[in-house]
């Protein structure tokens, strides 16, 4: 069992900056793959983006350039660094990890971007 906790979510005016934390509560070092997800009012949830244990990356083009992902895998956390933001970027944002049995999922963190 893991459980996934997301912090740092709230408001932030256009072209800002959040960054969010997804703290595990068991080690991430044996985990190959972990990922941001977001669900926006109405809308599907979809992926922001992916990161390996080794630190490879990738992004979804609409966040491309603009977010950041990064894991400390000594710490148990892994970070979503987001600027330029966008209203369009408002959305709960989820950590996902799926450690080779089952998927979990964190609360999720409330992003919203407006002025």
């Known amino acids: 069992q893991v459980q996934l906790v997301e912090s740092g979510g709230g408001l932030v005016q256009p072209g800002g900056s959040l960054r969010l934390s997804c703290a595990a509560s068991?080690?991430?070092?044996?985990?190959?793959?972990m990922a941001w997800y977001r669900q926006a009012p109405g809308k599907q949830r979809d992926v922001v983006g992916t990161?390996?244990?080794?630190?490879?990356?990738i992004y979804a083009d609409s966040v491309k350039g603009r977010f950041t992902i990064s894991r400390d895998n000594a710490k148990n956390t892994m970070y979503l660094q987001m600027n330029s933001l966008k209203p369009e970027d408002t959305a709960v944002y989820y950590c996902?990890?799926?450690?080779?049995?089952?998927?979990?999922w964190g609360q999720g963190t409330q992003v919203t971007v407006s002025s």
């Open positions: 996902f990890l799926f450690d080779s049995i089952r998927a979990y």
């Open positions: 068991r080690s991430i070092f044996s985990i190959p793959t």
């Open positions: 990161i390996t244990t080794g630190g490879n990356t």
